[in-house]
């Protein structure tokens, strides 16, 4: 069974880091991508990054110059840093890799950003 677990969510004051993690189980030789999605209350889920195993980076304009996505291969793992966060950035955040054509997403951790 497919498993991403995501950790390291959680309360923050505005202006501050956070760094999410996802593993997966998934071995990296299927793994077309990964990335990260968000889910604020009363809204879609929305693209935030995505990285290729390739390394190839894309960025939600929201975000660009204040979150980094970076992938270990060798560790199945996908980063998120988030830095200067604003309290507009309060979601879930959900882990999603693409692998053998399919999508896969991870359980969601929790952000928030207030003072």
């Known amino acids: 069974q497919v498993q991403l677990v995501e950790s390291g969510g959680g309360l923050v004051q505005p202006g501050g880091s956070l760094r999410l993690s996802c593993t997966t189980s998934i071995s990296s030789y299927s793994i077309y991508g990964m990335g990260w999605h968000r889910q604020a209350p009363g809204n879609q889920r929305e693209l935030v990054a995505t990285?290729?195993?390739?390394?190839?980076?894309n960025y939600a304009d929201s975000v660009q110059g204040r979150f980094t996505i970076s992938i270990d291969n060798a560790k199945n793992t996908v980063y998120l840093q988030m830095n200067s966060l604003k309290p507009e950035d309060t979601a879930v955040y959900y882990c999603r890799a693409v692998a053998d054509g399919y999508n896969y997403w991870g359980q969601g951790t929790q952000v928030t950003v207030s003072s």
């Open positions: 990285i290729t195993s390739g390394g190839t980076t």
